[in-house]
């Protein structure tokens, strides 16, 4: 079935530091992959969706300057949150549809496993 | 995309059958229900899906009422395992909205 890679599975940072989040597809290729947060008790939220080759489309209340999206490959989506503040820890999520199937809007999408991020 | 409405928690007792319900009364003609479940700390795990017949694999079970406005997932033995948080999910085909919107999902708890 199809695989998502997430790494790191979880991170510490200090408060004002960058963090890089990947999230690979392992065994198809991905022309669109969404990224989620997630914080404790709550549900998954969208933050944006990554296509690649072009700019990534963010959600209402998501700040583009803070959380950088680049999609550079068929497999690979990073999420890099900058001068990160004890307000952005939470649980971050990726998935991804297979480009294979990107006719068919039926196809399930998978997720990576998350990666945990603590600002201290 | 169609709201989706399920209960908070439920408990199932090992081996025997866990009926998950979910309203979608809202849903559109072209919106397919899809189940994902999420075992605490990880990413969503995919089930299943439907469009209006019933569908089985090797996870579960979907029943999709005549209507459409409802459906039940159903887990045939559960186990320990299976305790997650399982979500109901409408998802749009218009477009480029092929994202999942997540609602607050049911608890599932097996218990031994």
């Known amino acids: 079935g199809a695989v998502v890679s997430q790494h790191p599975s979880w991170v510490i940072c200090k408060s004002g530091t960058s963090v890089k989040i990947e999230c690979r597809s392992l065994?198809?290729?991905?022309?669109?992959m969404f990224w989620y947060r997630q914080f404790p008790k709550q549900s998954l939220m969208l933050m944006a969706t990554?296509?690649?080759?072009?700019?990534?489309?963010?959600e209402q209340g998501v700040e583009k300057d803070k959380f950088l999206i680049n999609h550079a490959s068929l497999t690979l989506s990073t999420l890099t949150v900058t001068s990160a503040h004890p307000e952005d820890s939470s649980f971050y999520i990726c998935?991804?549809?297979?480009?294979?199937?990107?006719?068919?809007?039926?196809?399930?999408?998978?997720f990576g496993n998350g990666t945990r991020l603590t600002v201290t | 995309d169609a709201k989706t409405t399920q209960p908070t928690s439920m408990d199932c007792a090992e081996g025997r059958a866990a009926n998950l319900p979910c309203n979608h009364s809202?849903?559109?003609?072209?919106?397919?229900v899809y189940w994902y479940r999420q075992i605490h700390s990880q990413g969503p795990q995919y089930i299943i899906h439907?469009?209006?017949n019933n569908e089985t694999n090797e996870m579960a079970s979907l029943i999709i009422t005549e209507d459409r406005k409802s459906s039940t997932l159903i887990l045939p033995h559960a186990t320990l395992r299976d305790t997650a948080v399982y979500y109901c999910?409408?998802?749009?085909?218009?477009?480029?909205?092929?994202?999942?919107?997540f609602g607050s999902g049911t608890q599932l708890t097996v218990l031994p």
């Open positions: 998935s991804a549809s297979a480009r294979d199937r990107a006719s068919s809007y039926n196809s399930p999408l998978h």
């Open positions: 065994d198809f290729q991905a022309t669109t």
């Open positions: 990554s296509n690649e080759g072009s700019k990534a489309t963010y």
């Open positions: 809202t849903i559109s003609g072209n919106e397919y």
């Open positions: 439907g469009l209006k």
């Open positions: 999910i409408v998802r749009s085909l218009s477009g480029s909205a092929r994202q999942l919107t």
